[in-house]
């Protein structure tokens, strides 16, 4: 599983305490936040140490070809700048790039958390159409479609009736009413 945008680690650390026999990789573009998690996974088992994890300082635009068809899984959760004009605007290289670290059949899940007002400046900043489910379908099921990527299940949530998300700004996000969830759920085709 790999999981772009990985912020601090916390949801590719969880994972991977959950689930031993499986290989999960975080990747962001701004080590600072791998810092602590990356120095954790390391040590001995007994003060939390893992050795089915790794993390990757990477850009969504320059991903290692290390990489390349290594997923079943990838996620994309709560992307800010760039990573979030990939998946909200339809970036195609950046979502080739997604594909590329897929395997047949991967599984990409992208949540987004948006709250109009609050991120007004970074919206306007990065060109972003509104996030809706008619933008889904009428424009981004393309640009996903021909990077490869079929979406298959897409849906919007009040903040009220998010899951439980194992991620630091899904946490952070939760209490502010004005914000909606989107996720996108596609199968690499
Ligand atoms: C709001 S944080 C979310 C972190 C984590 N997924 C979570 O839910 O707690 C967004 C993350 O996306 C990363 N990011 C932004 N642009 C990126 C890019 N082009 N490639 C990879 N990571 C990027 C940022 O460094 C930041 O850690």
Not at 4 to 16: N, W
Not at 20 to 43: C, T
Not at 88 to 95: K, P
Not at 157 to 167: G, H, L, R, Y
Request: aromatic share 8%; hydrophobic share 40%.
């Amino acid at each position: 599983m790999i999981d772009i945008g990985t912020g601090d680690g916390l949801f590719v650390y969880q994972s991977a305490r959950r689930n031993p026999q499986k290989f999960y990789i975080g990747v962001d573009a701004n080590s600072r936040p791998l810092e602590k998690v990356s120095e954790k996974v390391h040590r001995k088992p007994a003060k939390g140490g893992l050795s089915n994890v790794l993390f990757i300082q990477a850009a969504v635009e320059d991903l290692p070809s290390e990489l390349n068809g290594v997923a079943d899984e990838v996620h994309v959760h709560f992307p800010w700048g760039s990573l979030l004009r990939a998946v909200a605007a339809g970036d195609l290289e950046a979502l080739r790039n997604l594909r590329r670290i897929c395997l047949p059949r991967a599984v990409l899940e992208v949540i987004v958390g948006l709250d109009p007002e609050r991120d007004s400046s970074e919206i306007e900043r990065l060109g972003l159409p509104a996030l809706t489910i008619e933008h889904i379908d009428s424009a981004l099921a393309a640009e996903y479609k021909n990077a490869g990527f079929e979406i298959f299940e897409r849906g919007v949530m009040a903040s009220s009736e998010w899951p439980e998300f194992q991620t630091s700004w899904a946490k952070r996000l939760k209490g502010n009413t004005n914000r909606t969830l989107i996720y996108i759920i596609a199968r690499a085709c």
